[in-house]
């Protein structure tokens, strides 16, 4: 079992930035690609980014390439979430997961989740 906890949302304004964390306890952190989904009201989740285990390769959503980076620091159990340039179809709640398998997009492929944290982008 791995609990995961996201924290570092808030409400920015457009353009601003914020930088999520996730902290894994539970199970060795570096045995789980992680990613990011995110849900807006009334919409559907959908990926954002996500990482391998050791961190050396990454995917994002074409919506957020160039603007949000994902990392992670094994030693910490933490990955993170760098948002810059924030725009206002980013408000949503942010989840991170975890993945005994490889670096997936699918929400399906994910085997544990976090409570999510609110980001708010006010135009």
Do not use: H
């Amino acid at each position: 079992q791995v609990q995961l906890v996201e924290s570092g949302g808030g409400l920015v304004q457009v353009g601003g930035s914020l930088r999520l964390s996730c902290v894994a306890s539970g199970r060795t952190f570096s045995n789980y690609a992680m990613g990011w989904f995110r849900q807006a009201p009334g919409k559907e989740r959908e990926f954002v980014s996500a990482i391998n285990r050791s961190g050396s390769g990454t995917v994002y959503a074409d919506s957020v390439k160039g603007r949000f980076t994902i990392s992670r620091d094994n030693a910490k159990n933490t990955m993170y979430l760098q948002m810059n340039s924030l725009k206002p179809e980013d408000t949503a709640v942010y989840y991170c997961a975890a993945d005994r398998g490889g670096i997936s997009r699918k929400s399906n492929d994910y085997d544990y989740w976090g409570q999510g944290t609110q980001v708010t982008v006010s135009s």
